[in-house]
């Protein structure tokens, strides 16, 4: 299957550029200044990625191929239910799935588990314990029943009963999550999961039975590469001392320590917050933002309500303004130089905004029974549309990226020097950033779609950028003597430097890149025993206005066997012998197993990479 997708995608992308790109966005892309993301996947008309409302699956159940699912009523149907919706609907998308509240979403089946628990007493006993079904419970912790009598020993062996079942069905759901395979047996499904905030003791069980199974790993102990978990930071909630749920904060930093998950949100930050949510609100998650995949942020609408849930990207196009910055440097006086660059990069906005809108006009265009989940039960305003209706009417709900890739370089480019090291170039870093921004915005007004900017992530296109660009230009220090150009607007990886420095430097990006972000930081040596590390960096997030971050530290797998340590240098597995060792790494913010199939230019960047001390 995955290599009749490989030969589908490669003969596709001439068809997309014969048919379907307008002469001046063929030219762009031709000639490296433009990237098309998902390009195999546009006569399909299909969309990039969502937030799954999961509610709407769990309280409704859906159909799906031949199969009809009833209401869930149980934790462990739940969690299945979950890995289904994002298993189907990957089948009808080309980009990742997420469900923006996972605690909150699964929270009521854990009551519901309880009480079934309560009933299995009742029938073993003959006693009638119907005043134990909404007794109050503080938090759902095991505990010994050595001295416990009455209905205290009922209900805290109601209450161990249900703690198994949620740690066994969040075991379930990582492993599914790692073995389900979808778009035709190709890939298992890129998923996300948003949690952290929900307070009450149901939700803290599922948190608290997530993070322990993810502690524990999948198989022999091995960390999970899905689904990307990540922790709603918010103060007042999950983050300060006196927050309900900082002993969950301890215990996900504690986990990401080893298995490198959860990621952290912020959602303190400026940009990320909205003055619908309330405190005492039991949908409050609905003002949450939440995050997809690597960084995809949707959270702003101009057409509905300023939610992530039920929306995702619609597409998204990369510029190349490395490429840009390089065809101005033989303009000797530096003013001039920059002025012409602008010039460039206006012209190149113009037409990715151009590009984009080309392509929401193809994608309006297919009718609703194309996408039976997607637009049966999850995108937003789906149900106001009948079965052989165009999705036109509802699809403006999501977003279209603009993203740009190598600002380091293209500063190195420009006045010599990249934004980590000058404050000249870290100020023409904004002003540059900042004038994408604003087009952008004029963008949403001109062609009436939710634009925005998006920090690239970028895989095979760091590379492919610049091979094309090394074999035009030649190698230039600084910018082209590498195989790899640095994602969005990240201080390159070779640049030594503290966390602290990093922070400061990107942290105004983020506000900037409304699309998606990401702050990451490499810290040395076994981080196992060292979660104040990863809160360290989570504080830097929160000082520093800085959206979403993770941490990348050392971790072995032996791929013969899957035991995994921390250890420097290990060249033979203790557990069986091989010397088949590979380190998991985090490429562009997904996890990885093996470094075997990654590309040149992303292997390249990650020998370059230094440690933030």
Same mark, same amino acid.
């Given at each position: ?250 215990? +996900?930093? !504690?986990?990401?320590?080893? $298995? #490198? ?5 912020? %959602?303190?930050?400026? @940009? ?79 037409? +990715?905004? !151009?590009?984009?809108?080309? $392509? #929401? ?5 297919? %009718?609703?029974?194309? @996408? ?242």
């Amino acid at each position: 299957a995955g290599m009749m997708m490989k030969f589908s995608s490669e003969t596709t992308k001439p068809f997309v550029d014969d048919y379907l790109l307008s002469e001046e966005t063929l030219w762009a892309v031709k000639n490296n200044y433009l990237h098309i993301h998902d390009k195999d996947y546009y006569p399909t008309k299909s969309l990039t990625c969502i937030q799954h409302p999961l509610d709407k699956i769990l309280d409704n159940g859906f159909m799906a191929g031949h199969g009809e699912s009833r209401p869930t009523k149980r934790i462990e149907t739940a969690s299945i239910m979950a890995c289904i919706s994002m298993e189907t609907v990957q089948n009808e998308m080309h980009g990742g799935q997420a469900i923006p509240a996972f605690d909150f979403y699964l929270a009521p089946y854990v009551r519901k588990s309880y009480i079934e628990e309560v009933k299995n007493i009742e029938n073993l006993t003959g006693a009638d314990l119907k005043h134990l079904y909404d007794a109050p419970i503080d938090d759902y912790l095991a505990k010994d029943l050595f001295f416990m009598q009455g209905d205290e020993r009922m209900k805290q062996h109601a209450i161990n009963r249900t703690v198994n079942r949620v740690h066994q069905s969040m075991e379930a759901f990582i492993h599914n999550m790692n073995t389900i395979h979808s778009r035709g047996g190709n890939q298992v499904v890129f998923s996300s999961i948003n949690y952290g905030t929900d307070t009450s003791a149901e939700g803290r069980c599922i948190i608290r039975e997530l993070l322990n199974s993810t502690y524990r790993g999948v198989g022999n102990n091995e960390t999970a590469i899905f689904p990307i978990q990540i922790w709603k930071k918010k103060r007042g909630v999950s983050y300060l001392m006196e927050d309900r749920n900082y002993d969950l904060y301890c215990l +996900a930093c !504690k986990v990401s320590a080893r $298995r #490198f998950f959860p990621n952290f949100l912020n %959602l303190d930050a400026t @940009f990320n917050q909205d003055e619908a949510w309330k405190a005492d609100d039991p949908k409050r998650y609905e003002h949450e933002v939440a995050t997809m995949g690597c960084r995809t942020r949707v959270f702003e609408n101009r057409f509905g309500p300023k939610t992530s849930i039920a929306r995702g990207n619609l597409s998204f196009t990369t510029i190349n303004i490395v490429k840009l910055a390089i065809e101005c440097m033989n303009i000797e006086n530096q003013e001039d130089r920059i002025h012409e660059f602008f010039k460039k990069l206006d012209r190149t906005l113009e037409i +990715a905004a !151009k590009q984009l809108d080309e $392509r #929401f006009n193809f994608q309006k265009t297919a %009718l609703k029974k194309q @996408f039976p989940l997607l637009m049966g039960a999850l995108w937003m305003d789906s149900e106001k549309i009948a079965e052989n209706d165009t999705i036109e009417s509802v699809i403006n709900h999501g977003t279209l990226g603009i993203g740009f890739i190598g600002l380091a370089e293209a500063l190195i480019a420009l006045i010599g020097k990249h934004h980590g090291e000058s404050a000249e170039a870290q100020e023409l870093g904004l002003r540059i950033v900042t004038f994408m921004r604003s087009k952008v915005n004029e963008f949403c007004e001109t062609y009436k779609h939710n634009y925005s900017v998006l920090a690239t992530p970028a895989e095979g296109l760091a590379g492919r950028f610049t091979r094309s660009d090394k074999k035009k230009f030649g190698i230039i220090p600084g910018v082209t003597d590498k195989d790899y150009y640095t994602n969005s607007n990240h201080v390159p990886v070779y640049y030594k430097c503290t966390p602290k420095h990093k922070a400061e430097i990107e942290g105004p990006y983020h506000a900037l890149t409304g699309g998606g972000h990401i702050f990451y930081v490499e810290i040395d040596g076994d981080a196992t025993h060292n979660p104040e590390a990863i809160m360290s960096i989570v504080d830097l997030m929160d000082k520093y206005d800085i959206g979403y971050c993770s941490v990348n530290h050392n971790r072995n797998r032996c791929m013969d066997c899957g035991f995994e340590n921390a250890e420097q240098g290990l060249v033979k597995c203790p557990h069986c012998g091989g010397e088949n060792i590979d380190k998991l790494q985090r490429i562009t913010g997904y996890l990885v197993g093996t470094t075997s199939r990654w590309n040149s230019g992303k292997l390249a960047e990650l020998k370059d990479r230094v440690v933030h001390e």
